[in-house]
């Protein structure tokens, strides 16, 4: 029987390391966090990052075997540490194969609801100037249908889009008839006009129904006004109506967050709980239509926002742990973001942004625009992410333009200045509308940015309780997990 | 107990001298299944000799410690193994050395276990390998091989190749998997290598084009870190190429299972191999945490080793939890149940073949006996403290050991 060797016999090949790419950010005296090149997180001493850097480690230090595990170093002429990395990282950026997945639709802008914070500027009169026709619609489809996305999600919006549901029965219609990709439908509406006749078209045609409910009665009935008072009633009733013909998981809700509800989050998990929806998506209020007109956006901050987010986190934790399984949504996809390598293309977490590639918005008037938010700008006289109009332009010149090219290649955070080398760039995103609309810069100062703020304040926010509160990690880690 | 699946045969006639080795497959004397050259008829008994001979059989089989009397008429192949033996029936399969009359059962068709040995040379040196590699030319095993296929039920559930490196010869080994996707389409196929072969893109582009239904290659992988890895394989630069391995596969497409075996090198750093296997391939097919079989290298290296199960069983269960909550299937085998954390109990499988599978006396006590892996009957088996008997009142006390 040959001799069999010691550890130390096999530690040789290793003596030539090379360094593989890492971001870090000093956490405190002493600290740091590191990420590797798909977003795994470790914490190294100063001493450990500068023996690291400096390639002072060796097999047995305990450092090395860090790093290793790590994905940080490899020998210099092995091949998997490399390939692995590839190969985790190919699987993040697949969302960027399906391109331009998601087509909304303003079939109308008016509204009969009058909310201080809205983000698209409804209007409240003439049909005939502020609703999508039939044509522009058609066209719309003709685009949507060339994108190259197998499965598209045809989404409506407004104003209310129930104002003018003849021309969602002409659209569905249409998209149905249509083949060559599998359609998913969505109406995002009020629900303070939904009734049987609606309920029983979106049964039919496998519509998904989703809505705002900013919290209980009177939180929401201020955010949200209209003739009556009664907005809240209204998209209850639609909610549970809605839940109990469409199925449990057939509505969505969503909340935005106001001054007023800021010190109410307890109470607005509650309401979306007793309602016995499976989460909630805690929104800030995005810089954009009214919510600007009105100074609505500028009456909290990042740091008040995060503190709101925080409370309400703990309280949805504190749910799961009395044992009723209870999402919020945004940690949920930036949990999958940070504990996977499964592809997500949510808008606000990829990068190159989600602006065309992610998806197209067809105003009521025929303009086609690069997000929802490209739209809400030029409500208010800014047309930098109007793409063209479905009379003069195809999918390709639309996705082509100067205007959008220049808007993504910008604004890249694999590149930007502070993005590119922060330590939670893998899990982040790209956001030109907003750093446009708030710094009047695609690319924007992210130091100034009360979106990298949030962004680096949850994450951060996320891994203190991954590492800390273990019973709280194993909920997270289970909404990471599906 | 342990089954004897190496023998040598206590008489035999009528083999041709041009050919130094047969492949057998063993009839039952009134089978009507159609003949084929390497069928023997079975005979445990003298008038079973007698029917075999009335039934026109040109070759017979007796499993006997008696003396038998074949008539001077007889002038067909024979071969007569002892009682011992007596397990071997209908449609199992042997490989018969003419000269030395050594045998070995090749495939039993009424075991869930069946493996095929293919070779047993190997490219690692393992500190705990049961089956220790050989530097020898050993490629007429192959050939046995490719003879025994067309004599293996296609209703065959599962076929495991294991070795040695079952890729030393990989063409050669290849073709033989090629043969079972036409002769065996509904067979589950296990390969076991050690995967430094797949670092060669001809070798997995190969491996793809078979295209057998149900095939999985079976990978160990003993830490997230190269050198320890290395040391447990004794091959410098091996994790690499198994790495390289692995992802190649997938990359293609292919099923991958990871194997890891858990001893004193592995055991005590299994959470952290687990959590990096479900960050890092959460892609493959399988994960299998597996208790040391006690035998070979193991009995050598058991001051290295030995690693008593009960003292790694919280690091097991927080490896199982770390697959388990990636969406990974994770199984663990070759452990009892007594010995294990009962949250990994559902993942704890009947893993141990049947041919050397047994139970202490304790184990007629307990309630989970039905559902349990046992132990191993090779080699010098080991036994944890925690072995005990499970029964509903001792499962209401604390968990034992720990």
């Not at chain 1, 590639?357 to 490209?374: H, P």
């Not at chain 2, 039952?28 to 159609?34: I, T």
Request: a negative charge; one cysteine or more; aromatic letters at 8%.
């Amino acid at each position: 029987m040959a001799r069999f060797l010691a550890p130390e016999a096999f530690s040789a090949a290793t003596e030539d390391l090379s360094l593989l790419p890492f971001n870090l950010e000093r956490t405190g005296t002493n600290q740091y966090l590191v990420s590797n090149m798909v977003g795994d997180f470790i914490r190294l001493t100063e001493d450990e990052l500068n023996r690291l850097v400096d390639l002072r480690i060796r097999p047995g230090d305990g450092l090395y075997e860090k790093a290793y595990a790590a994905h940080l170093v490899t020998g210099t002429n092995q091949k998997a540490q490399r390939q692995l990395l590839a190969a985790r990282l190919r699987s993040r950026m697949s969302f960027l194969q399906q391109v331009t997945p998601l087509h909304i639709f303003v079939v109308t802008l008016r509204c009969e609801h009058s909310c201080p914070y809205c983000q698209v500027s409804r209007q409240s009169t003439d049909r005939s100037r502020f609703d999508m026709s039939e044509e522009t619609a058609i066209r719309a489809l003709d685009i949507a249908f060339a994108s190259p996305a197998a499965r598209i999600k045809i989404e409506f919006q407004g104003g209310e889009p129930l104002l003018n549901f003849p021309l969602i029965r002409t659209i569905v219609a249409d998209a149905k008839a249509r083949s060559g990709k599998k359609v998913d439908l969505v109406i995002a509406s009020n629900l303070a006009l939904l009734d049987d006749v609606v309920l029983e078209f979106c049964k039919a045609n496998n519509i998904l129904l989703s809505t705002s409910l900013d919290g209980p009665a009177d939180l929401h009935n201020k955010n949200r006004p209209r003739p009556g008072g009664n907005s809240h009633e209204l998209a209850v009733a639609g909610i549970r109506r809605g839940r109990e013909i469409l199925g449990p998981d057939r509505v969505g809700a969503l909340m935005t967050t106001t001054e007023a509800s800021l010190e109410r989050v307890d109470d607005i998990i509650d309401e979306y709980l007793q309602l016995g929806l499976d989460g909630i998506f805690l929104r800030p209020l995005s810089p954009f239509g009214f919510a600007i007109k009105t100074k609505q956006f500028a009456k909290y901050d990042a740091q008040k926002w995060l503190a709101f987010y925080e409370r309400g986190l703990r309280r949805v934790l504190e749910i799961n742990r009395q044992g009723t399984p209870f999402r919020e949504f945004y940690a949920a996809l930036l949990l999958t973001r940070m504990l996977s390598d499964r592809p997500i293309g949510y808008v606000d977490l990829r990068s190159p942004a989600g602006a065309g590639l992610g998806a197209l918005v067809y105003n009521y008037d025929g303009s086609v625009f690069a997000s929802d938010e490209g739209r809400m700008l030029a409500e208010t006289g800014d047309d930098a992410f109007r793409l063209g109009h479905v009379d003069h332009d195809s999918y390709n010149s639309l996705i082509l333009s100067d205007k959008l090219i220049g808007a993504i290649s910008s604004s890249l955070t694999q590149c930007a200045p502070e993005c590119s080398t922060c330590v939670y760039e893998s899990h982040c995103g790209a956001d030109p509308v907003y750093h446009h609309a708030t710094q009047d810069d695609a690319l924007g100062i992210k130091p100034l940015s009360a979106f990298c703020a949030r962004q680096k304040g949850i994450m951060g926010l996320l891994l203190d309780i991954l590492e800390k509160s273990p019973e709280d990690a194993a909920i997270l880690r289970r909404w990471a997990a599906s | 107990m342990t089954l004897p699946l190496y023998g040598t045969a206590s008489h035999s006639a009528g083999f041709c001298s041009d050919k130094a080795r047969s492949v057998v497959r063993l009839r039952a004397v009134e089978s009507s299944a159609e003949r084929h050259a390497a069928d023997f008829a079975l005979a445990r008994t003298s008038v079973e000799v007698v029917r075999a001979i009335e039934a026109n059989w040109p070759s017979i089989f007796v499993v006997s410690d008696g003396s038998i009397d074949l008539p001077s008429t007889f002038d067909g192949r024979l071969v007569a193994v002892p009682l011992k033996f007596n397990y071997l029936g209908d449609g199992d399969v042997l490989g018969f050395d003419h000269s030395s009359r050594k045998f070995r059962t090749l495939f039993r068709r009424n075991s869930a276990h069946n493996s095929f040995l293919v070779t047993e040379r190997c490219n690692n040196y393992c500190l705990m390998c049961s089956q220790p590699p050989k530097d020898v030319d050993d490629r007429w095993i192959l050939s046995e091989i490719k003879e025994s296929l067309p004599l293996i039920d296609p209703a065959t559930r599962a076929l495991t190749f294991t070795g040695g490196e079952t890729l030393s010869d990989s063409e050669d080994f290849i073709a033989v998997l090629t043969e079972c996707r036409d002769r065996l389409p509904t067979t589950a196929i296990q390969v076991l290598t050690n995967g430094r072969a797949f670092a060669n893109s001809e070798i997995v582009d190969a491996w793809k084009d078979i295209g057998h239904p149900n095939l999985m290659a079976a990978i160990p992988v003993y830490a997230s870190v190269d050198h320890v890895h290395d040391h447990v394989v004794q091959a410098k630069g091996a994790f690499d190429e198994t790495m390289l391995g692995i992802l190649k596969l997938k990359d293609r497409g292919q099923r991958v299972e990871i194997r890891v075996v858990l001893h004193a090198l592995t055991a005590p750093i299994i959470e952290e191999t687990g959590r990096w296997i479900a960050r890092n391939l959460p892609f493959v097919d399988h994960v299998a945490l597996m208790g040391l079989e006690n035998t070979g290298f193991a009995i050598a290296n058991d001051a290295m080793l030995w690693m008593d199960p009960v003292d790694y069983g919280d690091g097991l269960a927080k490896a199982v939890d770390h697959l388990s909550a990636a969406g990974v299937n994770v199984s663990v085998y070759n452990l009892p149940k007594c010995v294990l954390p009962k949250s990994v109990w559902s993942h704890a499988l009947q893993s141990i073949s049947d041919w050397k599978n047994g139970f202490v006396d304790e184990c007629d006590r307990c309630d989970e006996k039905n559902s349990c892996s046992g132990f191993f009957t090779t080699g010098r088996p080991r036994f944890s403290r925690g072995v005990r008997a499970i029964t509903s009142t001792r499962r209401e006390l604390s968990p034992l050991a720990g």
